[in-house]
């Protein structure tokens, strides 16, 4: 494509090359998860480090807060966060356990609203937060709700890590739950993210019916069992959806 910036394409793949998981990477990691080289992504991480995007210790480097600007003009205009918040909060204290709400970007999941209860996950939660969408129970509302052709495409290219001994990592295996999800209209899925992690996520759609986000309640293992998750989490769940369903639909279109 005439248009496109390779060099600005690169600087931002940087940038993505951070993540909850691996927040300090050293240069050779950034170029390995960039496929960069070495001299090139050590340009692009020291011109960051100059504009002041990422700091460094001389070995490991890491984002700073100030690349929330860069989100910044789309998330306050943004009216699903806004919207989300107090049916979140309400949630979280009817089930007491942590709710959120996220959005699909590419091949992974992004939280734009969260009502933390309790810390159970390794990695601290918070807006911005990118998890692989196909081991997360909001990514698989979310690619469930894909057009087919979008769906063979996201198969096509997304790498499915295994990040536990649970987690699905056969394209086939993952098309076979999104059916299943795709009919029950709401998605569970049992310590694939992180061992011990369980979540229940339902869809949100807008005025059109299309699916725009997915919200969901996370739990531990050694409180929740799939039975009552099912039981005791999902029906205030579907309930939460629902109203923030007619928020959104409430709004005017010029804010939806």
């Known amino acids: ?47 960051l480090t100059e504009l002041g995007y990422v700091r460094n210790d001389g070995r490991l480097f890491a984002l700073t807060p100030r690349v929330l600007e860069l989100g910044y003009a789309y998330l306050s205009g943004l009216s699903l966060p806004e919207v989300a918040d107090p049916h979140l909060e309400r949630l979280a204290a009817e089930v007491r356990e942590s709710a959120s709400v996220a959005v699909l970007d590419g091949e992974d999941v992004v939280y734009v609203a969260r009502v933390a209860t309790a810390r159970i996950m390794r990695v601290s939660i918070s807006i911005g937060t990118r998890f692989p969408a196909h ?9 469930s709700a894909l057009p087919p052709e979008a769906l063979e495409a996201y198969l096509s290219r997304a790498c499915l890590r295994r990040l536990t001994s649970r987690t699905i990592v056969l394209p086939a295996a993952l098309r076979a739950e999104l059916d299943e999800v795709r009919v029950r209209g ?25 699916t725009v986000a997915a919200v969901n309640v996370s739990t531990h293992a050694t409180r929740t069992s799939l039975e009552a998750a099912e039981r005791d989490l999902l029906p205030p769940l579907l309930a939460t959806a629902g109203r923030i369903e007619a928020d959104l639909a409430s709004l005017s279109p010029a804010r939806n």
Not at 36 to 43: I, K, M
Not at 188 to 201: H, N, Y
């Open 1 to 47: 494509m005439v248009d496109h910036v390779q060099s600005l394409a690169r600087g931002l793949a940087v940038i993505r090359a951070f993540s909850a998981a691996e927040p300090e990477q050293t240069l050779s990691q950034v170029a390995r998860a960039t496929g960069l080289s070495r001299a090139a992504a050590r340009r692009f991480l020291l011109t």
């Open 135 to 143: 081991c997360t129970s909001m990514g698989r509302v979310l690619l």
């Open 186 to 210: 709401w998605a569970m899925v049992d310590q694939e993210l992180e061992e011990g992690l369980r979540s229940i996520a339902a869809p949100i759609r807008d005025r059109t019916g299309r």
